[in-house]
C-alpha cells in the first residue's frame, strides 16, 4: 500500500520524505490556504521533494476552464496529478486528460457507484472520503471495501486512493481491504509509529545498558 500525506505543510513533508516511506502528497484549496502561500510555489517545492504523485487541484466548475488550469498546473512538474471533483465536467476533463497522459485523482467520491463512473473515465485515482463519510452517518470503510470488488470484478486499474482517514485503525482496514494508497495528515501517519509495549520496551533496554557501563562509540 502506498502512502500519501495529505498536508501543504513543506517542513512536515521534508520530515516525511526522509524516512523513505512516503510515496506521494495530497493537497486541496484547504491546505493551501491553511498554508498561507502562494499555490503554484507550494505545488513546485512539494514536486521538488517528493518524486511520487502530488495532487494539485483544480478549481473551476465547468469543463472548459477545468482542461485550461489543468494546462498551467501540467507545466509545474512532470510528476503533478490532476484532481478534479467528481461532476460530469470533472469526469469529462479526466478522460481528456488521461487521454493525453496526464495522472488524474478524481476527488469527493462518496459512492461506489461515483468510483465506477471514475474508472470509467480512466482515473488515475479515485479519493473516496473515509472519514467525512463517517461523519454523515455512513460507513466509510464499507464504501472502500464495495470500491475495491467492483473495480476487481472488472480489472479497472484506477488506484483507490483512501482519504480524509482520521486514525490509525482507519489505515489498518484499508490495508486489510486492500486500499491502493491512503492518504492522511502527518499526525496520523506519525502515529502509527506509536505502541505502548515498544516505549516500554525501549526504556527497560536503555535503563539496562546505562547499568552496563558501556559505550558503543
Known sequence: MKFFVDTADIAEIRELEATGLLDGVTTNPTLIHKSGRKFMEVIAEICAIVPGPVSAEVVALDHETMMKEAAVLRKIADNVTIKVPLTIDG????????????????????????????????????????????????????LIEDIRIIYDNYGFDTEILAASLRHPIHVLECAKIGADVITAPPAVIKSLFNHVLTDKGLASFAKDWEATGQSIL
Open 91 to 142: 469526469l469529462k476533463t479526466c478522460k481528456a486528460l488521461t487521454q493525453d497522459g496526464c495522472m488524474v485523482n478524481v476527488t469527493l467520491c462518496f459512492s461506489a457507484n461515483q468510483a465506477l463512473l471514475a474508472a470509467k473515465a480512466g482515473a488515475s485515482f479515485i479519493s473516496p472520503f473515509v472519514g467525512r463519510h463517517d461523519d454523515n452517518g455512513f460507513d466509510g470503510i464499507k
